[in-house]
């Protein structure tokens, strides 16, 4: 069963970078989309980033331009930089994966980002 290992979250000032990553593994064909969801406190869990099996990707318009997801096929591994971080990205930042063979999906644990102004 595919599982997810994320890393990288931490507390950074406001303007800085954080770099996240979360690595799959258990998967027998390659995963079809990864991304980023993000959920403060009290909020609902939103999309931030995806990446598909071409290299296609979405952002959400509140980080499009300041964060960059990226996936290393050969490390069955994405990311998520996000620099000129502002307050409002504080929240947990949960890897998720979507396969078509098997058909299913699957969440990381979450890693705390905390940007402080």
């Known amino acids: 069963q595919v599982q997810l290992v994320e890393s990288g979250g931490g507390l950074v000032q406001a303007g800085g970078s954080l770099r996240l990553s979360c690595a799959a593994s258990?998967?027998?064909?390659?995963?079809?989309?990864m991304a980023w969801y993000r959920q403060a406190p009290e909020k609902q869990r939103t999309l931030v980033a995806s990446?598909?099996?071409?290299?296609?990707?979405t952002y959400s318009d509140s980080v499009k331009g300041r964060f960059n997801i990226s996936r290393n096929k050969a490390r069955n591994t994405v990311y998520l930089e996000m620099n000129s971080l502002k307050p409002e990205a504080t929240a947990v930042y949960f890897c998720?994966?979507?396969?078509?063979?098997?058909?299913?999906?699957?969440w990381g644990q979450g890693t705390q980002v905390t940007v402080s102004s």
């Open positions: 998720f994966a979507r396969l078509l063979f098997p058909a299913k999906y699957t």
């Open positions: 258990g998967n027998r064909f390659p995963i079809h989309l």
């Open positions: 990446i598909i099996t071409d290299g296609t990707t």
